[in-house]
């Protein structure tokens, strides 16, 4: 049955949607947990889809995700249903604020999922039937980089590397970054600036690390923005609504909004259609080699 499904999917991929422009991809990464990365995936998807733009949100921290419960949703099939009760991938998407589409990373399972190449694989498969349905696929990726994602992550046009003024923030985003870089990501690091006290601040850090990678790794970042420490975030997060919604004149509110208007550019984009062949060729590769 499964083979029959993916061959459909594949059947369907193949067809109308070639014509199509192909959804931009973004990954939301950081070197450590507890950065608040997934609020920040949350609210950037909210506020593209505010803009009239078609997102899904993936919470790939499976088996430990929060997106629906920061959203204040509990989901009724999550991508760990997916990959343990064969789930069909479509039932998995669910309604969130705004527009919204999500995917719930799932949680309070005994052990994370481990995603190997061939759950890799099955996932691409069915991502690529949907890839041209939406305007941003945004991936909420689990803390650290695991062997297993780094051919994932390198597919992605762009990554959102998150940092706190902490040392160890700092030092594990440059760690993350170097691996991807080792493995060959052509993705465009973008650095964000999380809990910080003002513009000063996060100029400071960011341009620190953005100076030692391209240094020692011969990488360009881009400087995108920051997010301060406000009590409507960790209010938002109680109340479990996010913070673009709880408070859109809030200072953050504006500030994810600043950093959104990064990835509405027309340059950018303009930019993006040359470059959407890495994720989809890759997704090709995975797709017809079987």
């Given at each position: 049955?499964?083979?029959?499904?993916?061959?459909?999917?594949?059947?369907?991929?193949?067809?109308?949607?070639?014509?199509?422009?192909?959804?931009q991809?973004?990954?939301?990464?950081?070197?450590?947990?507890?950065?608040?990365?997934?609020?920040?995936?949350?609210?950037?998807?909210?506020?593209?889809?505010?803009?009239?733009?078609?997102?899904?949100?993936f919470?790939?921290?499976?088996?430990?995700?929060?997106?629906?419960?920061?959203?204040g949703?509990?989901?009724?099939?999550?991508?760990a249903?997916?990959?343990?009760?064969d789930?069909p991938?479509?039932?998995?998407?669910?309604n969130?604020?705004?527009?919204?589409k999500?995917?719930?990373?799932?949680?309070?399972?005994?052990?994370?999922?481990?995603?190997?190449?061939?759950?890799?694989?099955?996932?691409?498969?069915?991502?690529?039937?949907?890839?041209?349905?939406?305007?941003?696929?945004?991936?909420?990726?689990?803390?650290?980089?695991?062997?297993?994602?780094?051919?994932?992550?390198?597919?992605?046009?762009?990554?959102?590397?998150?940092?706190?003024?902490?040392?160890?923030s700092i030092?594990d985003?440059?760690?993350?970054?170097?691996i991807?870089?080792?493995?060959?990501?052509h993705s465009?690091?973008h650095?964000?600036?999380?809990?910080m006290?003002?513009?000063?601040?996060?100029?400071?850090?960011?341009?620190?690390?953005?100076k030692?990678?391209?240094?020692?790794?011969?990488?360009?970042?881009?400087?995108?923005g920051?997010?301060p420490?406000?009590?409507?975030?960790?209010?938002?997060v109680?109340?479990q609504?996010?913070?673009?919604?709880l408070?859109p004149?809030?200072?953050?509110?504006?500030?994810?909004?600043?950093?959104?208007?990064?990835?509405?550019s027309?340059?950018l984009?303009?930019?993006?259609i040359k470059?959407?062949?890495?994720?989809?060729?890759?997704?090709k590769?995975?797709?017809?080699?079987?």
């Amino acid at each position: 049955m499964m083979n029959d499904q993916a061959r459909n999917l594949r059947a369907r991929v193949r067809g109308e949607r070639f014509n199509r422009k192909a959804a931009q991809t973004i990954a939301v990464i950081s070197g450590k947990g507890g950065v608040g990365k997934s609020n920040i995936a949350l609210n950037l998807s909210i506020m593209l889809s505010q803009h009239r733009k078609k997102v899904l949100l993936f919470d790939l921290d499976i088996g430990m995700g929060n997106i629906d419960i920061l959203v204040g949703n509990q989901a009724r099939y999550t991508i760990a249903d997916y990959f343990l009760n064969d789930i069909p991938f479509e039932q998995i998407i669910q309604n969130g604020p705004e527009g919204l589409k999500y995917i719930a990373g799932g949680s309070g399972l005994e052990g994370a999922i481990s995603l190997d190449n061939d759950r890799v694989n099955q996932l691409l498969d069915h991502i690529h039937t949907f890839f041209y349905d939406y305007d941003y696929f945004i991936f909420d990726m689990g803390a650290g980089i695991s062997e297993d994602l780094v051919l994932f992550l390198s597919s992605v046009q762009d990554i959102i590397v998150v940092v706190t003024p902490e040392p160890t923030s700092i030092m594990d985003a440059y760690s993350a970054m170097k691996i991807l870089t080792i493995n060959d990501a052509h993705s465009n690091f973008h650095l964000l600036g999380n809990r910080m006290k003002n513009e000063k601040e996060s100029n400071a850090v960011l341009m620190r690390l953005q100076k030692a990678v391209y240094q020692f790794l011969q990488k360009d970042s881009n400087l995108i923005g920051f997010l301060p420490e406000d009590s409507i975030i960790s209010t938002a997060v109680k109340r479990q609504i996010p913070f673009v919604l709880l408070n859109p004149k809030s200072y953050a509110a504006k500030q994810i909004n600043i950093i959104t208007q990064v990835f509405l550019s027309t340059n950018l984009n303009e930019s993006k259609i040359k470059n959407n062949t890495s994720f989809i060729e890759k997704l090709k590769i995975v797709l017809f080699r079987k």
